[in-house]
Nanobody
Framework: QVQLVESGGGLVQPGGSLRLSCAAS????????MSWYRQAPGKERELVAS????????NYADSVKGRFTISRDNAKNTVYLQMNSLKPEDTAVYFC?????????WGQGTQVTVSS
């Protein structure tokens, strides 16, 4: 069955780093654009970063440019989000998303908390 499973979230101090992973199965992962979204309490879900199927192009929200890096390994069916210089405002549930045409796939999310 189609699955996107995120991992790597947790509690980190301001200025710290985390690496999120999203393992895909049950669909042709390499043909999907992949993205990371996040949703903080009381706020709408927002796009954080996206990457094309081949990994040749990436896009980032202005709030994370220069701090976060999205990458993918099509041999492992996995997309990553390296998060550096984390700030308290990065605290949110982070969701993995796959997109191809009108198809949208979502993971269950992983909590990231940035606090001292």
């Amino acid at each position: 069955q189609v699955q996107l499973v995120e991992s790597g979230g947790g509690l980190v101090q301001p200025g710290g780093s985390l690496r999120l992973s999203c393992a895909a199965s049950g669909f042709t992962y390499s043909s999907y654009a992949m993205s990371w979204y996040r949703q903080a309490p009381g706020k709408e879900r927002e796009l954080v970063a996206s990457i094309t199927p081949t990994g040749g192009s990436t896009n980032y929200a202005d709030s994370v440019k220069g701090r976060f890096t999205i990458s993918r390994d099509n041999a492992k069916n996995t997309v990553y989000l390296q998060m550096n210089s984390l700030k308290p405002e990065d605290t949110a549930v982070y969701f993995c998303n796959g997109r191809r045409g009108y198809v949208r796939l979502w993971g269950q999310g992983t909590q990231v908390t940035v606090s001292s």
